[in-house]
């Protein structure tokens, strides 16, 4: 395939070393689980291992890094002098200076906290499974007992404390003399979410919807049950007295903005949201959101929300994730652009990355007509099936925009062709889109076959469809108006393909089991076909591109595959901490890889030179004289078939075996017990390169 990314600057700019050296400059901040108000216009928030920002007048502050590991899940202001927050494995924390410094309280409950209540002048903490009361000095508890064992959220009111659970679970315990109450909601789903306004009290129950108290709390009603895209509610504030602001998490576990201007019913739901988030702190001058990867939002409220303005209500003040969590990479016009929390942008001699962009994150970025263009999918659940909707972006910043979208399709277009005549989104179906340079928007083309993966070279799409229950090898001449059908086919497995040198490659990967899957890549040319390597991995790999005869493969599950230009000789490269790689680009000079945090390059000649020249000259086999059975053992970066032959001293060829090397480390086992005592010997074959072993049989 031609050469994908041209990075030459980066080379020239940063010393290059036998290591993979990271090119994004990341400093990780976690996602926010909890927030609380300490003072005039001033926040703590908690979160993921442990974190701890202050938020004062919209400046944010990380006072407290990952120390221990363990995450915190909530916080409560009990007095000037006291702040505690609670987390997993039994951790409490205190703070008596608002948070700058903070005491661990050894002698509690090793219980995974989620929420941390103030009762009857007491601190109440709890799990899913245990409610514990404190006195304030936080030196003894005693555990409270209600007869149930799963719990979600709490409520302190004047006279109540509401506990919500599993199966329906709703408790209203007195206050005064701690008699507890069951409130019958007539269902067995969970309830995740309980807030009270005024002498009101609505509850969300997944799968069920909203139920509204009366002015006693003595009974509950069911107000809306039409959420039926909605699994779960997170979190909710009063914008006024009526009007509600909330968030959701449908079945695709994505988040939905929610609203309502009459207390819990007729909600107008954002399905596609820029900014996320799933805890609200509610304030009288200042209403905030915070959430995954530690984003907090500023409320502006608004008098009217309707669709056209739903994010217009939502100011970002901080986007906290400076983790790149890198998933594509792209380039053009001398820059590199990631997609990662963010989009982030770079200039090759630079590598300084810059925000484009705080929106959410985007599936697709390409540029057309000089504007950068970003694709954002969503899905929606109906009725038991996926809907997908495509939003196609453009602009700066804040002012990025939806000029064209396609909506509510069971058709998912989750992979992009681009270059700088047309842009190609295809997936799950007959239908793409597919606009051309010179237009403005996207239009739907229908296809005869389903193409699995395509690739795109001097004016034809070479594809992957499946036809007739087979995967076949297909090409288009006209846009895919069109296709031939080749002879050449797979039976049903993962394939991908790319082209080089008028080449096809198409490397296919079968399951064997559960946890592991067959690859072979496969040449086309012309009318010929033939195999050029094998390869096994626990996953389906995630990418294959072919430049200028060097293959580069990532195992999705594991590393990087790397061959020579003829595809001979091959190396296994550990990338980064290795969490799992989702990009890399390939030319002449070197490769780009992308996992979970970063970008990373290397030469492509520190690669290749490490590869061992000799293969096999350390290659052992023992016990030497043998009797029943002889081992064969060697160690080398060599990754593929290996032939054994075994013959007697005439030359007379006696067995052979077939095997495939997956690792350096290679052991086989051969059983002899058929042999005569006399000499033998054993070629051992690596592609073209051969050793002869002997060895000597005794009875």
């Not at 096994?536 to 590393?559: A, T, W, Y």
Request: aromatic share 12%; proline share 2%; net charge negative.
């Amino acid at each position: 395939m031609k050469t994908l990314i041209v990075l030459l600057f980066i080379l020239l700019s940063l010393n290059s070393n036998a290591e993979w050296k990271p090119i994004t400059k990341h400093l990780k901040s976690m996602s926010i689980y909890d927030i609380e108000r300490i003072g005039n216009d001033e926040f703590l928030t908690v979160g993921e291992y442990g974190v701890v920002y202050r938020i004062k007048s919209e400046e944010i502050t990380l006072i407290r890094g990952s120390l221990d590991f363990n995450h915190l899940n909530a916080i409560k202001f009990i007095n000037p002098e006291l702040i505690v927050a609670v987390g997993d494995k039994g951790t409490v924390l205190s703070s008596s200076d608002k948070g700058e410094n903070w005491t661990k309280i050894n002698d509690v409950p090793k219980e995974n906290y989620i929420g941390i209540e103030i009762f009857n002048s007491k601190i109440l903490m709890y799990s899913h499974n245990k409610i514990y009361i404190f006195e304030g000095n936080l030196n003894s508890y005693t555990e409270f007992e209600i007869g149930y064992d799963f719990f979600n959220k709490m409520l302190v009111s004047d006279k109540y404390l509401f506990i919500t659970g599993e199966n329906g679970l709703l408790l209203r315990v007195n206050k005064d003399n701690n008699n507890i109450k069951k409130i019958d909601l007539d269902t067995d789903s969970n309830v995740t979410v309980i807030k009270q306004k005024d002498n009101r009290i609505i509850a969300f129950v997944e799968r069920k919807g909203i139920f509204k108290s009366d002015d006693s709390f003595d009974t509950f009603e069911l107000i809306e049950n039409e959420l039926d895209a909605l699994y779960s509610m997170q979190d909710l504030i009063w914008l006024d007295n009526d009007r509600i602001l909330a968030v959701g998490d449908p079945f695709d576990g994505s988040l939905r903005h929610l609203y309502s201007e009459d207390f819990g019913k007729n909600w107008l739901i954002n399905k596609y949201p820029f900014v996320m988030g799933n805890k609200f702190y509610q304030g009288d001058s200042t209403s905030l959101l915070v959430g995954s990867v530690g984003r907090i939002v500023k409320i502006n409220n608004k008098d009217t929300i309707n669709e056209e303005n739903f994010d217009g209500f939502l100011d970002l003040i901080h986007t906290g994730y400076k983790d790149f969590g890198v998933r594509k990479i792209y380039y053009n016009d001398n820059k590199i652009t990631a997609l990662g929390d963010r989009v982030y942008e770079t200039v090759l001699s630079d590598i300084d990355w810059k925000a484009k962009s705080d929106r959410y994150l985007f599936d697709h970025y390409f540029r057309s007509n000089n504007k950068d263009y970003y694709v954002k999918e969503a899905m929606d659940i109906r009725e038991g099936r996926p809907y997908y909707t495509y939003h196609i972006l453009s602009g700066e910043n804040q002012n990025i925009d939806t000029v064209q979208a396609f909506e509510e399709s069971l058709t998912r277009r989750d992979k992009m062709i681009a270059n700088e005549n047309f842009v190609i989104l295809y997936g799950s179906g007959t239908t793409f889109l597919i606009k051309y340079e010179n237009e403005e928007l996207f239009t739907e083309f229908e296809m005869e076959y389903h193409p699995r993966n395509m690739v795109y070279e001097d004016g034809i799409l070479y594809a992957i469809a499946y036809i007739d229950n087979k995967h076949k090898y297909i090409y288009s001449n006209d846009m895919g108006k069109s296709w031939v059908i080749t002879d050449v086919e797979f039976p049903n497995s993962y394939s991908l393909i790319d082209i080089d040198n008028n080449k096809t490659y198409i490397l296919t990967s079968e399951s064997i089991n559960a946890f592991e899957n067959n690859n072979t890549i496969i040449e086309v040319d012309g009318k010929n076909i033939k195999d050029i390597y094998e390869f096994k991995s626990l996953l389906s790999p995630g990418k294959f591109q072919v430049d200028n005869g060097r293959f580069v493969i990532i195992k999705r599950d594991e590393e990087l595959l790397i061959s020579d230009k003829n595809g001979k000789n091959w190396k296994t490269e550990i990338v980064g901490e290795n969490k799992g790689l989702y990009e890399s680009y390939v030319n002449e000079d070197f490769i780009l890889v992308s996992d979970n945090k970063e970008i990373y390059y290397k030469r492509i000649d520190e690669i290749i030179n490490s590869v061992q020249e000799t293969k096999l000259s350390n290659s052992v086999i023992y016990p030497n004289p043998c009797k029943d059975e002889l081992n064969i053992s060697f160690e080398n970066n060599y990754l593929g078939k290996i032939e054994i032959e075994l013959y007697d001293f005439l030359g007379k060829k006696l067995d052979s075996y077939s095997d495939l090397k997956n690792s350096n480390n290679f052991m086989k086992n051969i059983d002899i017990t058929g042999l005569n005592q006399g000499n033998y010997y054993l070629i051992i074959r690596l592609d073209v390169e051969e050793i002869v072993n002997n060895f000597k049989v005794i009875k």
